[in-house]
């Protein structure tokens, strides 16, 4: 099978791209491309197939680029995900810190006497010691025109998740100095008269004791 020019030229072109071929060859080549368009066609097929290699890299490139642009909504939504997540967190926090009042029916009272101190206790049932704090808050009041009028709120609060102990018990102590005198806020002593009452708040009631009283109630430890 006899080749001709056009052949000749063809198989020439990979060679005549990568110069590695002789001077007089590319002299033949390119005076056969002056006047053969067919061969000219096949030159710029063959450019283009040479080029394309660079195209693709340069296509790979590109998702290179995407993935910088997705690693950077990444770290966007990352932020975005740790901001929520603080929010609801410290919004959980509250609920779990918010206190309300306990019901009186939820409590046992007593009060207990060792030395001139007397210590008023609450503890909370079996049921709602499982799942809340109890809490005695003492707004301990001495107002010289008022006397002495301590309030204590007693509520719950609901322990954090992972805190599996929960306070099933709150105390109150009052330092008396006799029957009749009690150690204020101040540290000083105040003189108790009739009208001196400790106000225990619970959900459903408020419960008054004369502090006399309470004195005189008070089992001896
Ligand atoms: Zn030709």
Not at 118 to 129: G, M, N, Y
Not at 186 to 195: A, C, H, V
Request: proline share 5%; aromatic share 8%; net charge positive.
């Amino acid at each position: 099978m006899k080749m001709n020019n056009h052949d000749i030229i063809k198989d020439l072109i990979p060679g005549y791209l990568d110069n590695v071929i002789s001077t007089s060859s590319r002299k033949l080549i390119e005076t056969h491309l002056q006047s053969c368009p067919s061969c000219q066609k096949y030159l710029q097929a063959m450019k283009a197939e040479l080029t394309t290699p660079a195209q693709l890299n340069l296509k790979q490139i590109n998702p290179l680029k995407k993935i910088k642009q997705r690693t950077h909504h990444k770290v966007i939504l990352g932020i975005l995900i740790t901001i929520v997540i603080m929010v609801a967190g410290y919004f959980g926090l509250a609920l779990y810190a918010h206190s309300f009042p306990a019901a009186s029916q939820q409590i046992t009272q007593s009060v207990q006497k060792n030395g001139q101190t007397v210590t008023l206790t609450f503890q909370s049932d079996q049921a709602t010691a499982k799942k809340l704090n109890l809490m005695a808050l003492d707004q301990g009041d001495n107002n010289d025109e008022d006397g002495f009028q301590p309030v204590i709120d007693v509520r719950f609060s609901r322990p954090l998740p992972w805190n599996r102990n929960k306070n099933q018990q709150a105390q109150v102590s009052f330092n008396f100095l006799s029957p009749y005198q009690i150690r204020g806020n101040n540290g000083q002593p105040y003189p108790l008269e009739e009208n001196d009452i400790v106000t225990i708040n619970y959900k459903n009631k408020r419960q008054r004791i004369r502090l006399i009283d309470l004195y005189q109630s008070a089992e001896t430890n």
